[in-house]
């Protein structure tokens, strides 16, 4: 792993090939898996969990009980949560804060807020600035605030067309239950 002269790195959790950039503090208790970028400013409280191949840019903020799955993109200044209701003067234990997780190959847009309790889908997208107070499906794309499904992503992160076949990577979905799932595969791509 590669940590910046000018990044505190306390975790002893961190997988190879893991770069962790200038002013990026991560604390001990931290786990953070293989193949991860950790840019600049940001931070990861003890008792997060990252997974391989993440993106975590510039000025991300990861709380105690914040699970991260393997190729999630965190876009710059993303936020998460940990507590409904914090009260500097009523100080809560580990066990009263409710856990977040970010499922496989999601993206967090730029700016976003993710309210701690929720869950994001594999491979959703929620869009810059959006505020997530519910779980998001698989494959939804979500923006506003709240948060609310404006259309569906393919694993490639294009926005899929009504007729849910990307033009992108040719992947095909169909719904099932206010998910999607996947049709076929296309040429080249694994399932």
Known sequence: MFVHELALCESDDVGPRTRVWAFAHVLPGASIGADCNVCDHAFVEGGAVVGNSVTIKNNVLLWDRVTVEDEVFLGPNAVFTNDLRPRAGARKGREAWLPTLVRRGATIGANATVVCGVTVGRWAFVGAGAVVVADVPDHALVAGNPA?????????????????????????????GGTLEERSSAAGHDG
């Open 148 to 176: 609310r499904r404006v259309g569906w992503a393919c694993r490639c992160g294009e926005r899929l067309p009504d007729d849910l076949e990307c033009a992108g990577c040719g992947r095909a979905y169909r719904p099932v």
